[in-house]
């Protein structure tokens, strides 16, 4: 593979990080400037009530070619701004990670020279920075999604992701929630696009506060059943 990417876009979903937004739009735009030939920065605005907004759009002015920002008029979720950010995006390459700094984005250039032989390249978080009982919630909901739908990966919400833009093109993304990393990956296993794992180093939030709840546990059960069943539904049709 060349040194360089010809084209990448990036995609950073934001909601209410005004203390992260602009550390996190400078550190991809100095890691893209060494790692492509063209790239863009994509923010999506998830209808923020702090600065967020106001301060994305202060480095989308500053630099259009490489930086857009898009707004939610209201928080419409995680999956929904993902959506968003994927349906803007213009080059070959996607990536997306999220905007409070717990990912260093520029161990993106450990995934490019795998990216030419698979079809996605994830991250897994290396001694995982969350509480204790976050982690466990975790490993419990990784092994579920094994059960179900054979998806066997360490870390399936790990926001730091690789994609040929075919791919995203090729699936349909339903979840407006957090979710969304979940379906992504079973649907491109469905579709038959093979997927590679790659550890990256968590760091500790430093600013702000996440938006993760307990409340969304019970909502993503039901969101993984809905799922599940649509799924078995298409293959029993198939059989």
């Known amino acids: 593979m060349t040194e360089k990417l010809k084209n990448i876009s990036v995609v950073l979903p934001a909601y209410n990080e005004e203390e992260n937004i602009a550390d996190a739009i400078i550190n991809t735009r100095n890691t893209l400037g060494t790692l492509a030939d063209n790239y863009e920065i994509i923010v999506v605005n998830d209808g923020s009530t702090d600065r ?10 500053q630099e259009p070619s490489h930086t857009r920002i898009f707004h939610h008029s209201s928080n419409k979720g995680y999956g929904a701004a993902l959506r968003t950010g994927f ?20 161990e993106l250039r450990n995934f490019l020279p795998l990216i030419e032989k698979y079809d996605i390249i994830i991250g897994y978080r290396i ?17 579920l999604v094994f059960l179900l739908f054979h998806l066997k990966v360490r870390d399936v919400d790990c926001s730091f992701k690789l994609f040929h833009k075919y ?16 379906e992504i990956l079973v649907r491109a296993k469905k579709a038959g696009f093979h997927i590679l794992e790659k550890g990256v ?22 969101t993984i059943t809905k799922l599940w069943k649509q799924i078995h539904r298409k293959n029993k049709y198939n059989e």
């Open 167 to 182: 791919v995203l093109d090729a699936i349909k993304i339903e979840c407006d929630d957090f979710f969304v990393d979940t």
């Open 201 to 222: 180093t968590h760091y500790p939030r430093k600013r702000g506060k996440t938006t993760v709840r307990p409340g969304h546990i019970l909502k993503t059960l039901i």
């Open 87 to 106: 349906l803007n995006t213009r080059y070959e390459y996607v990536f997306y990670t999220d905007a409070d700094n717990q990912f260093d984005i520029s």
């Open 52 to 61: 967020t907004g106001e301060i994305a759009e202060h480095f989308a002015q």
């Open 127 to 143: 001694k995982r920075k969350d509480s204790l009982l976050r982690i466990f919630l975790s490993k419990g909901y990784n092994y």
